[in-house]
Protein backbone atom coordinates (compact mmCIF):
# COMPACT_ATOMS: atom_id res chain seq x y z
CA UNK A 1 0.00 0.00 0.00
CA UNK A 2 1.35 3.22 -1.03
CA UNK A 3 1.89 5.97 1.67
CA UNK A 4 2.98 9.48 2.29
CA UNK A 5 2.86 10.44 6.18
CA UNK A 6 3.86 13.85 6.92
CA UNK A 7 4.94 15.06 10.48
CA UNK A 8 6.70 17.96 12.13
CA UNK A 9 4.06 20.56 11.91
CA UNK A 10 3.13 22.84 14.87
CA UNK A 11 2.59 26.30 16.36
CA UNK A 12 5.79 28.30 16.00
CA UNK A 13 6.57 31.98 16.81
CA UNK A 14 6.64 34.54 13.78
CA UNK A 15 10.81 34.25 13.12
CA UNK A 16 11.12 30.21 14.75
CA UNK A 17 11.66 27.23 12.60
CA UNK A 18 10.48 23.64 11.73
CA UNK A 19 11.65 21.02 9.85
CA UNK A 20 8.78 18.79 8.40
CA UNK A 21 9.58 14.91 7.17
CA UNK A 22 7.71 13.03 5.14
CA UNK A 23 7.99 9.11 4.93
CA UNK A 24 7.10 7.06 2.05
CA UNK A 25 6.03 3.51 0.95
CA UNK A 26 5.06 0.85 -1.12
CA UNK A 27 6.94 2.77 -4.32
CA UNK A 28 10.43 3.16 -5.37
CA UNK A 29 10.94 6.36 -3.68
CA UNK A 30 14.64 7.07 -5.69
CA UNK A 31 12.85 7.37 -8.69
CA UNK A 32 10.26 9.71 -7.85
CA UNK A 33 10.68 13.57 -7.70
CA UNK A 34 9.44 14.90 -4.42
CA UNK A 35 7.75 18.08 -3.43
CA UNK A 36 6.34 19.99 -0.92
CA UNK A 37 2.72 22.09 -0.91
CA UNK A 38 0.75 23.81 1.07
CA UNK A 39 -3.17 25.60 1.31
CA UNK A 40 -3.60 28.59 3.49
CA UNK A 41 -7.48 28.78 4.43
CA UNK A 42 -9.31 30.06 1.90
CA UNK A 43 -6.53 29.99 -0.83
CA UNK A 44 -5.71 27.55 -3.78
CA UNK A 45 -2.66 25.23 -3.39
CA UNK A 46 0.70 25.94 -4.24
CA UNK A 47 4.14 24.34 -4.84
CA UNK A 48 6.31 25.39 -2.16
CA UNK A 49 9.41 23.59 -2.82
CA UNK A 50 10.81 20.40 -5.03
CA UNK A 51 13.71 18.19 -5.57
CA UNK A 52 14.37 16.08 -8.39
CA UNK A 53 14.64 11.97 -8.02
CA UNK A 54 18.59 11.71 -8.88
CA UNK A 55 20.47 14.51 -9.43
CA UNK A 56 18.99 16.39 -6.83
CA UNK A 57 18.16 19.29 -8.54
CA UNK A 58 15.78 21.81 -6.51
CA UNK A 59 13.63 25.32 -6.96
CA UNK A 60 11.48 26.94 -4.53
CA UNK A 61 8.48 29.72 -4.71
CA UNK A 62 9.89 33.01 -4.52
CA UNK A 63 7.96 33.71 -1.33
CA UNK A 64 10.11 31.36 0.56
CA UNK A 65 13.76 31.22 -1.58
CA UNK A 66 16.42 31.82 0.94
CA UNK A 67 14.68 30.82 3.89
CA UNK A 68 13.36 27.11 3.37
CA UNK A 69 15.61 24.06 2.46
CA UNK A 70 14.29 20.52 0.69
CA UNK A 71 16.30 17.92 1.03
CA UNK A 72 16.13 14.11 0.60
CA UNK A 73 17.53 10.72 1.85
CA UNK A 74 16.72 8.31 -0.48
CA UNK A 75 17.91 5.38 2.38
CA UNK A 76 15.22 6.13 4.64
CA UNK A 77 12.55 6.91 2.03
CA UNK A 78 12.16 10.53 3.20
CA UNK A 79 12.31 14.27 2.16
CA UNK A 80 12.52 16.96 4.54
CA UNK A 81 11.37 20.82 4.70
CA UNK A 82 14.03 22.67 6.79
CA UNK A 83 11.63 25.89 7.48
CA UNK A 84 13.49 28.94 8.92
CA UNK A 85 12.35 32.74 9.62
CA UNK A 86 8.65 31.57 9.61
CA UNK A 87 6.05 34.11 8.96
CA UNK A 88 2.31 34.56 9.24
CA UNK A 89 1.78 34.22 5.97
CA UNK A 90 3.77 30.75 5.89
CA UNK A 91 0.48 29.42 8.37
CA UNK A 92 -1.03 26.72 6.12
CA UNK A 93 -1.34 22.65 5.90
CA UNK A 94 1.62 21.58 4.04
CA UNK A 95 1.66 18.18 1.45
CA UNK A 96 4.16 15.75 0.46
CA UNK A 97 4.01 14.74 -3.23
CA UNK A 98 5.53 11.97 -5.00
CA UNK A 99 5.48 12.51 -8.73
CA UNK A 100 6.68 9.62 -11.53
CA UNK A 101 6.05 10.25 -15.23
CA UNK A 102 1.78 9.77 -14.95
CA UNK A 103 1.69 8.66 -11.15
CA UNK A 104 0.98 11.27 -8.25
CA UNK A 105 0.86 10.62 -4.84
CA UNK A 106 -0.07 12.56 -1.60
CA UNK A 107 0.48 13.04 1.87
CA UNK A 108 -2.87 13.70 4.31
CA UNK A 109 -0.99 17.16 5.22
CA UNK A 110 0.18 18.70 8.54
CA UNK A 111 -0.61 21.86 9.94
CA UNK A 112 1.91 24.83 10.38
CA UNK A 113 0.87 27.68 12.28
CA UNK A 114 3.10 31.18 12.86
CA UNK A 115 1.74 33.20 15.40
CA UNK A 116 2.50 35.29 18.07
Known amino acids: QVQLVESGGGLVQPGGSLRLSCAGS????????MSWHRQASGKERELVARIASVGGTTNYADSVKGRFTISRDNARNTVYLQMNSLKPEDTAVYYCNAAYRNTDYWGQGTQVTVSS
Open 26 to 33: GFTFSVYA
